[in-house]
């Protein structure tokens, strides 16, 4: 029985079946269909979609595919709740209005800020008094004095010149076409 299935099993290859000689070929580049299908309705525009390998797509390489239109599919080898925050993590990246902001205030140490930065997993945080945003307090600004002047407050380091947009804005739209529409 199994040496049945065996003689009717069809033909498979692998990579080191084949060898391809370069040469010159009549397919114009702009003719060649990169496009990949991943279920019956979705295809995507570039051929990159990445193992769904524990070494290989967490958050931060299904970010970085998603930005150049490709598909990181998020591994399975952790608990449910792992998968859902690394999910969001890769949901979060790509919007543009963030919602469920932290913030810290102008009178909080550096020090303060950079813990916040690192238990929230982000890279910046606007600073805001009486509900109003005053400025934004990053990483690349603290990171000269964290080891010096940790307690110095935020006011003294944070960026005071911040563009803000309503939550209708689109990418195509000034103030937020600057930045992208070089």
């Given amino acids: 029985m199994f040496s049945d299935k065996l003689n009717k099993a069809p033909e498979g290859f692998t990579f080191d079946d084949f060898l391809l000689l370069p040469s010159q070929s009549n397919i114009e580049p702009k003719d060649v269909n990169t496009q990949s299908r991943v279920s019956r309705n979705y295809s995507f525009n570039i051929p990159i979609i990445s193992s769904a390998m524990d070494t290989v797509t967490e958050s931060e390489m299904a970010i970085a595919l998603a ?10 080898n952790m608990t449910i709740k792992e998968q859902v925050a690394e999910v969001e993590k890769v949901k979060r990246s790509e919007d543009l209005t963030i919602r469920d902001v932290i913030t810290t205030s102008p009178e909080s140490s550096i020090h303060e800020a950079n813990i916040i930065m690192d238990l929230e997993d982000v890279s910046g945080l ?43 804005t689109t990418p195509e739209v000034p103030p937020y076409c600057h930045k992208l529409c070089l």
């Fill in 67 to 76: 930005q150049e239109g490709g598909l990181g599919v998020i591994h399975r």
């Fill in 126 to 168: 606007p600073v805001v008094e009486n509900g109003i945003i005053i400025g934004i307090i990053s990483r690349r600004d603290i990171k000269p004095i964290i080891n010096s002047d940790a307690q110095k407050k935020v006011r003294d380091f944070m960026t005071e010149e911040v563009v803000t947009i309503s939550e209708s």
